[in-house]
C-alpha cells in the first residue's frame, strides 16, 4: 500500500479525466458543445428510441413470395424457350415447387432437356455455385426442373442485401434523419428513425414492393370469360385500382420493368392539374417502349404496381422518346411517394412488418426525466449511506463511485452504445454492486484489523483477500451480461451493455482508487489505527 | 460513533444452521405458493411474448374509460383491456387483431377510429408484435435463462467443487421460483424486460452464493478438522455486516427508481428489489444447508482448485 506502484496513479488520473471529458459533452447545452475547440470529444449517450422518442421496424424479408417467382419466371421461360425450339409441350404447371412438363413427343423429349439445359439452366449462372436449377427427364417425355435449396438462399441472402439499400434510398429521400437500417438474423431488417417522424408514413414508404411493369392489355378475353375464369395461357387477371374497372386481363409477359427506370418525378398534369408521376425510360426500356407502342397502336396497355393496376391508357402514338406520366387516382402526397419508390427501385420481395413499435417524443423525454429523478436518489442514497457507514474510508468509494459514473457514461457516448431506459435501471445496480466491492474490501480489513493486524498490515491483507471474492462474484455477473447480450434484443441489449461496461469499470474503481486514495492518506498521516476499525 | 461500522459486534455468534430446518419448511412453502398462483393465475404476459398490439394514448380532458372501452368493442380489437395509465388523462388499450388480419394494418385502423371518435387524442406509444416474433422472443428468453444459470454452474464448478456449484444452482432456481411467483401474485406485467431482470437477479444471486463459499472455502482451509456446521456458522458470522451493508446498499440504490421510474421501470425495478432479498436469504438457507447435507471434500483438499488470483 505505501509504495503505490506509479502505474497505479497513473491509470486512475487517466481514468478520472478520461470520464470528465467524456461525459462533458451530455451536460453541456448543444450550441456549447457545437463551439468547443476540434479536439475536445462531441458526442453525446446515444439514447434509444424509448428514451428519445421514435419508431422501430423489425421486416422480414418474404422468402416463400421470392420463391415463388422465382418458379413462376422458371415456368414462363420454359414456356419461351420450347416454344422458340418448336417443340409441342403440355401440361406445363408447378408441381411440388418444381416445374414439370410433358413434351408431347417423347423422341424430342432429350432435344428439350439439352435446350432447357442450356438455356433457361444457365441463365443465372456466374452465380456463386452455378444456376441451382436442375433439368431432369423422367421418361415417357415428362422434364421436371427444380431449384436447389443453396440457391435459393444465396438468393435471398441477395434479397436481404438488396432490400437493405433499396430501403436505405427511401428513408433518406423522406428526411428521415439518422435512420439505422440494419440486417438481423438471416432475413430479417431492423430499421430505427429516431424523433417525431410519421411512422404511419415511414411504413408506407416501406411496407411497398413497388414493382412496376408496363403489361399489354389481352383483350381477346371476353367480359364474360373473364368472369368465368376462362383465360388463355400467359395471361392472368390482375385487380384493378384504376377508378375505371374492377379488373383487366393482362398478358403476363411485360413489355417494360421498373428496373428501367432512370428517374420519376411528382408534377401535375398540364391539361387536367391533376397530380402525376412522370418517369423517363434508360435507353434499353426507352427501345423497348417504342417498338411496343409502334406496334400496339389503338391498343391498350396497363401499368401495373405491385401486381395491381393502376392505369390502363389506349396507345395513342408510338412514344418514341422514352419519357411518360402515370396518371392515376393519385394526391400529391401518393404521387410524391410513389415518385420516391420508384427512383429507389423495387423491393427483391415483399417485407412484412413483424413488429412495429413506436415511442412519443414527450413519453421519452419523462422517461429520460423518471430516469434521471431515479438515479440522483439512488445515487446520493448509496453515497450518504456508504460515508455514515465507513466516514473517511466511505468518502473515498463515493469519490471512486462519482468516478465509476463517469466512466461509464464516457465509454456509452465514446462507444456510442445505446442506453435504453431499463439501461439505467441496469446502472444503478451497477452502483450497488460496485460499492458492494468495497464494502468486501473493507470489512476484510476489518477482520484482519481485528485479528490482531497492524494497520498497514491489515489494509495490504484487505485487498488481496478480498479481490479474489471481487472477482469470482464479477465473473458471475458478467456472464449474465453476456447471455443478455447473446439472446436479447433492443432494449435488453442496451441493459446488458450497460451491466457488462458497469462490471468492467467498478472493479477498476472500487478496487484500484480506492486503493490508490487510501494509500495517499495512509503516506500524508501514518495513522495508528484505521478509522474504520 | 461515526463512522456508523463501529457500532456493529466486532464477532456475531448466530446460529445460522440451527434455524436451517425451519428456514427449509418456511422456502417449501413458499415455493408450493409460487407453484399455486404460477399454475392458477398464470404470468401477465406481455404482448412481446404473446403478441398483440398495446397503444398509449392521452386525451385533452380526462380519460372516459367507459367510452373508451366501447370504441374498442366496435373497432374489433378482440378481448380488448383498456386500463388508465399514470396522469388522469392517460390511458392503456391493449388489443389482438383477428386472426388473418395484419396486426399492424389492425392497429392502425383502431388509432384511426380512436382519432375520429375522440378529437385530440395523441398516441404517446405503439406496439405491435407479430406472432412469429412474440414466439421466438418467448423462447429466446427462456433459453437465456437456462443457459445463463448452467453456465454459472460450470464457473461455480471450476472454481469450487461441484457441491458448491448444485447447492448455487438450487438456491438461484429456488429464487427464481419465487420470483416468478411473485410476478404471477402481483400480477405485474412479464415482458422481455422482465426476463433481462430474471437474469440480474441470477446474476447478483450468483454473486451472492460466490462470496459465501469464498469464505466457507476459506475457513475450511483454516480449520480442517471442525465440524461442518460449525464452520458454516463461523463463516455466515464473520460474513454478516457485509451481508447487511451491501443488502442495505442495494435496496437504497434502487429505492429512487421504485418511487420515480414511472410504470415502465417498475416492474423491473420491484423485481430487483425482490431479488436481492430472496437472493440474500437463499445464499445462507438453501446453498448452504445443500452443501451441509451433502458434505465437503476435507483433509488435504485434493479437489480444491488452487487459490489464485490473490496470491502475489
Known sequence: MINLSRWKVIAVVFAAIFGVVFTLPNMLPANVRDSLPGFMPKQTLNLGLDLQGGSHLLLEVDTAALKQEKLSNLLEDVRTQLREANIPFAELRLVNDQVSVLINDPAQANTAVNKLRSTVAAATAGAPGGSGITVAAEGGGRIRLSLSQDAMNAEAGRAVDQSIEILRRRIDELGTKEPTIVRQGVNRIVVQAPGESDPQRLRDVIGQTAKLTFQMVDETVTPEDMAAGRVPPGSQVYPADDGFSQSYVLKKRALVTGEMLTDAQQQFDQQSGQPVVSFRFNGQGARRFADATSQNLGKRFAIVLDGKVISAPVIQSAITGGNGQISGSFTPQSANDLAILLRAGALPAPLKVEQQSTVGAELGADAVRAGIISLAIGGVAIIVFIILAYGLFGVFSAIALIVNVLLILGIMSLTQATLTFPGIAGLILTLAVAVDANVLIYERIRDEAHAGRSPISALEHGYSLALVSIMDANITSAISALIMFQFGSGPIRGFAWTLLIGVITSVFTAVVITQVLIGLWFRATRPKALPIV | ?312
Do not use: C
Open chain 2, 1 to 312: 460513533m461515526w463512522p456508523l461500522i463501529r457500532l456493529l459486534p466486532r464477532e456475531f455468534h448466530f446460529n445460522f444452521v440451527r434455524l436451517a430446518p425451519y428456514a427449509a419448511i418456511f422456502s417449501a412453502i413458499l415455493i408450493a405458493l409460487s407453484g399455486v398462483s404460477f399454475f392458477t393465475k398464470g404470468l401477465n404476459l406481455g404482448i412481446d411474448f404473446i403478441g398483440g398490439s398495446m397503444i398509449e394514448v392521452q386525451t385533452p380532458g380526462p380519460v372516459d374509460i367507459g367510452a373508451l372501452r366501447q370504441t374498442m368493442m366496435r373497432v374489433g380489437g378482440e378481448d380488448a383491456q383498456v386500463q388508465q395509465l399514470g396522469a388522469p388523462n392517460g390511458a392503456m388499450l391493449r388489443f389482438r387483431t383477428a386472426e388473418g388480419v395484419d396486426p399492424v394494418e389492425g392497429a392502425q385502423r383502431i388509432k384511426n377510429e380512436l382519432s375520429k371518435t375522440f378529437p385530440g387524442i395523441t398516441f404517446k406509444k405503439v406496439e405491435v408484435v407479430g406472432p412469429k416474433v412474440s414466439g421466438e422472443l418467448m423462447t429466446s428468453g427462456f433459453l437465456a435463462l437456462g443457459v445463463a444459470v448452467f453456465l454459472m454452474l460450470l464457473y461455480i464448478w471450476f472454481r469450487f467443487q461441484l457441491q458448491f456449484g448444485l447447492g448455487a444452482v438450487v438456491g438461484v432456481f429456488h429464487d427464481v421460483l419465487l420470483t416468478l411467483g411473485m410476478l404471477s401474485l402481483t400480477h405485474l406485467e412479464f415482458s422481455v424486460t422482465s426476463i433481462a431482470a430474471l437474469l440480474t437477479v441470477i446474476g447478483y444471486s450468483m454473486n451472492e452464493k460466490v462470496i459465501t463459499f469464498d469464505r466457507l472455502r476459506e475457513n475450511l482451509r483454516k480449520y480442517k478438522t471442525a465440524p461442518l456446521a460449525d464452520i458454516i456458522n463461523k463463516s455466515e458470522n464473520e460474513r454478516l455486516s457485509r451481508t447487511l451493508i451491501t443488502g442495505t446498499t442495494a435496496i437504497l440504490a434502487l429505492s429512487g427508481a421504485v418511487f420515480f421510474g414511472g410504470p415502465v421501470l417498475f416492474p423491473l425495478v420491484i423485481t430487483m428489489v425482490f431479488g436481492v432479498v430472496v437472493g440474500t436469504y437463499s445464499s445462507i438457507y438453501v446453498a448452504l444447508p445443500i452443501i451441509l447435507l451433502w458434505g465437503v471434500k476435507r483433509g488435504d483438499e485434493p479437489a480444491e482448485p488452487l487459490k489464485p488470483m490473490a496470491a502475489r
